[in-house]
C-alpha cells in the first residue's frame, strides 16, 4: 500500500469522523476541497487522509517524487492554518524536511500531516516545489 516506509517509524494519525476543509494555495491558483472521511482514501499515494492523498484526490499538482513515503522533500507544504488538527511529525519526517528550501515552524511533508478533522486548514504549496529533475534544469 502506498503511503508506507518498512524503514522509518509509523505515523499514528486520530482519523477524522466530520467533514472538512482544506484550502490549497500555489502561486498559480487556490484549490478548496471539501473532505468526506468516509470517502478517504483517495488514492494510494501517501498516508491514508493525508494533505497528499487528499490534493491529489482533488487534481492538485503536488510533486511527490518518492510516492509519498518520506523519502524526500518535494511534497513540501506549509500549514498557514488549522496545524493544531494534525499530528506532531516524526523525526523522520523532520529529517526529510530539512531539505526542503524554504523551510518554516509550520513547515510538513504533505504525505504524512494527516488532519484529525477538527478544523479547517489553510495550506500553502511553495513556488520552489518543483521537481527539477522532472523540469529539465
Known sequence: MGGTNPYIEKVEAERPVKPY???FVSPNKTVKVLVE??????????????LLDIALGAGV?????????????????IVKQGLESCPEGTDDEFD???????????????????PNGT???LVEIPAV?????????
Do not use: F, I, W
Request: charged content about 15%.
Open 96 to 114: 526529510q524536511l530539512e531539505e526542503a528550501p524554504g523551510l518554516t515552524l509550520q513547515s510538513r511533508l504533505a504525505c504524512q500531516c494527516v
Open 61 to 77: 499538482d503536488l510533486e511527490h517524487v518518492c510516492g509519498g513515503v518520506c523519502a524526500c522533500s518535494t511534497c513540501h507544504v
Open 119 to 121: 478544523m479547517d486548514l
Open 21 to 23: 476543509t482544506v484550502t
Open 37 to 50: 472521511p468516509e470517502k478517504t482514501p483517495y488514492g494510494p499515494t501517501g498516508l491514508p487522509g493525508s
Open 129 to 137: 516545489n518543483k521537481n527539477l529533475a522532472k523540469e529539465g534544469h
